[in-house]
């Protein structure tokens, strides 16, 4: 079955400390794996996704095949960028695919 | 450009009602997905319109179904509304069908059954 498991609800970190979201995928052919970001009172938007291998706002995120991962981490947490993260999967399920979110993140970044 | 709209932003419904909620996308987009937030479960994937034709449908009773008009903008329907359908449903537009392509989000309608 297709799954996107986020462990943590909840992630607390100080600012200028390093941050990771974790993020785990079950998918049996070659995943298309993406990270939105809500912040308060904003709409869900794309953050970044796996094959522009870019990094947005200092976040960067490596797909590991091996381990299937795909998690989001940044060297040095600012205030700012605290809100509510999901990791998502575009997978083909049936003959058509969607985006399969996990349950979400939240980080606060404390000052 | 303008973001994608729902309308209405919240909704109050009675069990046993029925109701409708619309989505227009960006302009050019001729994808339009719509899902269902609740804090239990998540963001869960509704259906896909591409085209006015539904494209891909999630895990969702029969009592869930939407359309979309020449001018790519979707309705969502709910009939025979169950105190579980109290959810934020989120659309999303998309230039294209099919994986690769971002999805733009609206800000969603609250819908609360009491």
């Known amino acids: 079955a297709q799954r996107v498991t986020q462990p943590e609800k909840l992630l607390s970190v100080f600012k200028g400390a390093p941050v990771e979201l974790k993020c785990n995928y079950s998918?049996?052919?070659?995943?298309?794996l993406f990270w939105y970001v809500q912040y308060s009172r904003q709409r869900l938007q794309l953050l970044l996704r796996?094959?522009s291998r870019e990094s947005i706002k200092g976040f960067t995120a490596d797909l590991n095949k091996g381990e299937t991962s795909f998690h989001l981490k940044k060297p040095f947490a600012q205030e700012e960028d605290s809100a509510m993260y999901y990791c998502?999967?575009?997978?083909?399920?049936?003959?058509?695919?969607?985006?399969?979110f996990g349950k979400g993140t939240k980080l606060s970044v404390k000052p | 450009k303008a973001g994608v709209t729902q309308t209405p932003r919240y909704l109050i419904k009675t069990r046993g009602q029925q109701v409708t909620l619309s989505c227009s996308p960006i302009?050019?987009?001729?994808?339009v997905s719509w899902y269902q937030q609740t804090p239990g479960q998540g963001l869960q994937f509704l259906f896909e319109?591409?085209?006015?034709?539904?494209?891909n449908k999630g895990n969702f009773p029969g009592r869930f179904s939407g359309r979309q008009f020449s001018n790519s903008r979707s309705e969502m329907n709910v009939s025979t509304l169950e105190l579980g359908d109290s959810a934020l449903y989120l659309c999303?537009?998309?230039?294209?069908?099919?994986?690769?392509?971002?999805?733009?989000f609206g800000q969603g309608t609250r819908l609360t059954v009491v």
């Open positions: 999303a537009s998309s230039l294209r069908a099919g994986g690769g392509t971002e999805a733009f």
């Open positions: 998918y049996s052919g070659s995943p298309e």
């Open positions: 796996h094959i």
């Open positions: 998502a999967l575009f997978g083909y399920g049936g003959s058509q695919g969607n985006l399969i």
């Open positions: 302009s050019g987009h001729r994808s």
């Open positions: 319109y591409f085209s006015e034709t539904q494209r």
